[in-house]
């Protein structure tokens, strides 16, 4: 049974950083694709950031580029978002998760087969 289990969400003033974590049980994630993926009250969850099975290629939003960075431990099977330059907007539950074997990296949610129950992060303005 596949399981990722998010943590390192939190309160944080704009300008601040975060860094979220993603431990993966059952599965080994340097094998499939993973990504992050947020969602704000009312609205629909958003492709935040992605990496490549591989590692050797990423995607982000436009809205997050260039502050957030995705990266993988494969020793500790854990994939991070390092959030910098945090925004009101940024405010969502954040979810990890994890795509197909050998997969490339990808922005939709339909080619991601197992998700986290979700960090909040909040920025307060």
């Known amino acids: 049974q596949v399981q990722l289990v998010e943590s390192g969400g939190g309160l944080v003033q704009a300008g601040g950083s975060l860094r979220l974590s993603c431990v993966a049980s059952?599965?080994?994630?340097?094998?499939?694709?993973n990504g992050w993926f947020r969602q704000a009250p009312g609205k629909e969850r958003e492709f935040v950031a992605g990496i490549n099975w591989s590692g050797g290629r990423t995607d982000y939003a436009d809205s997050v580029k260039g502050r957030f960075t995705i990266s993988r431990d494969n020793d500790k099977n854990t994939v991070y978002l390092q959030m910098n330059s945090l925004k009101p907007e940024d405010t969502a539950v954040y979810y990890c998760a994890c795509g197909r074997l050998f997969g490339p990296v990808t922005q939709k949610r339909n080619e991601y087969d197992y998700w986290g129950q979700g960090t909040q992060v909040t920025v307060s303005s």
């Open positions: 059952g599965r080994t994630l340097n094998r499939y694709s």
